[in-house]
C-alpha cells in the first residue's frame, strides 16, 4: 500500500467487517499494522454480583438480629470474539425472618466463562451473617442494639451493628453490594450497610438485608446484576439495557438475558 492510498500487489487475508468482498484503507491499514478492528475481537469488562442475604430475627430480651451479607462481586477483563454469546441469569435477593435465607446465584456462562456470587443471610442468634464464602458478617453482640452485621460485597464487615461497605467498581466509579445493618429495637435496620431507608437491600444492588427484633419486619435481600462495558461510543453488541457514558458502552442486565458479542 502507498502513501497515498494505492494497492500495490496482491492483498491477501484481509477480512472486512462491513460489506464482505469489499475492502477501504482502514481495513488494509488495521492488517498492516497488526491492528484488531471492529469485530474480529476486543477486550470487555464485566462485573456480576449475587443476589444480597436477607437479615435474620434475634431473641426476645436477649439480643437482636443480623443483617444480611451482600452479594459476592466478581469481575474481569476477558477477549471476546464477535458472535461469542453469554446466557446470564441474575440472582434474586434472600428473604428476610427468623434465619434470614442467602440470595441466589448470579451466573454467566459461554465461551468457558463461568461466573456465581452468592449471599449469605443473617444468623438467627445475631451472629455472623453466614453463608458468604468470600466476606464474613459481623460479630454479635448480644444485649446491645445492633447486632453483628453483614458484611459488603467488597469490604469486611463494619463496626458492630453496621452493614460492610459495598464494593466500587471502577469501570464506573459506582457502589454495590453493601451488608445488611445489624437490628435495632422496634424495627428492621437499614439494608445496604446503612445506606438505604429501609430494612431491605436495594434492587439489582446486591445488597443485604437488614436485621431485626425477634417479632420482625425482617429486611430482604436485593437482586443481582451483571453490567459488561467496553470502550468506545458505538454499540458492538446486543443484549441488556444500553447506556453510554465516559466514552463506554454499557449492557445493563437485571433479569435473565443474552449478551451477543
Known amino acids: 500500500m502507498s502513501r497515498n492510498g494505492g494497492i500495490r500487489g496482491k492483498v491477501n487475508s484481509i477480512t472486512n467487517t462491513n460489506q464482505i468482498g469489499k475492502y477501504d484503507l482502514s481495513d488494509i491499514f488495521a492488517a498492516s499494522q497488526g491492528l484488531v478492528w471492529p469485530g474480529s475481537g476486543y477486550t470487555i469488562s464485566y462485573l456480576a454480583i449475587g443476589g444480597g442475604g ?8 436477649v439480643n437482636f438480629g443480623a443483617g444480611g451479607a451482600a452479594g459476592v462481586a466478581r469481575t474481569a477483563n476477558i477477549l471476546t470474539k464477535s458472535g461469542t454469546s453469554y446466557s446470564i441469569t441474575v440472582g434474586g435477593g434472600g428473604v428476610g425472618g427468623v434465619s434470614g435465607s442467602n440470595g441466589s446465584n448470579t451466573i454467566i456462562t459461554g465461551f468457558g466463562l463461568s461466573v456465581s456470587a452468592t449471599g449469605g443471610g443473617g444468623a438467627p442468634d445475631g451472629a455472623a451473617g453466614a453463608g458468604n464464602p468470600d466476606y464474613s458478617g459481623g460479630a454479635g453482640a448480644w444485649t446491645t442494639y445492633g447486632a453483628g452485621g453483614g458484611a459488603g460485597a467488597g469490604a469486611t464487615a463494619g463496626p458492630n451493628g453496621t452493614g460492610g461497605a459495598g464494593y466500587t467498581w471502577p469501570i464506573n466509579q459506582t457502589t454495590y453490594g453493601g451488608g ?3 437490628g435495632t429495637s422496634g424495627t428492621s435496620a437499614p439494608g445496604g450497610g446503612g445506606a438505604f431507608s429501609s430494612g431491605n437491600g436495594s434492587i439489582n444492588t446486591g445488597s443485604g438485608g437488614g436485621g431485626a427484633t425477634a417479632g420482625g419486619p425482617y429486611g430482604s435481600g436485593g437482586s443481582g446484576l451483571v453490567i459488561i462495558a467496553y470502550p468506545g461510543s458505538e454499540q458492538r453488541a446486543s443484549g441488556g439495557t444500553v447506556s453510554f457514558a465516559n466514552s463506554m458502552v ?3 442486565f437485571t433479569g435473565p438475558g443474552t449478551f451477543i458479542a
Open 54 to 61: 436477607g437479615g435474620s430475627g434475634g431473641i426476645a430480651s
Open 180 to 182: 445488611g445493618a445489624g
Open 250 to 252: 454499557y449492557h445493563r
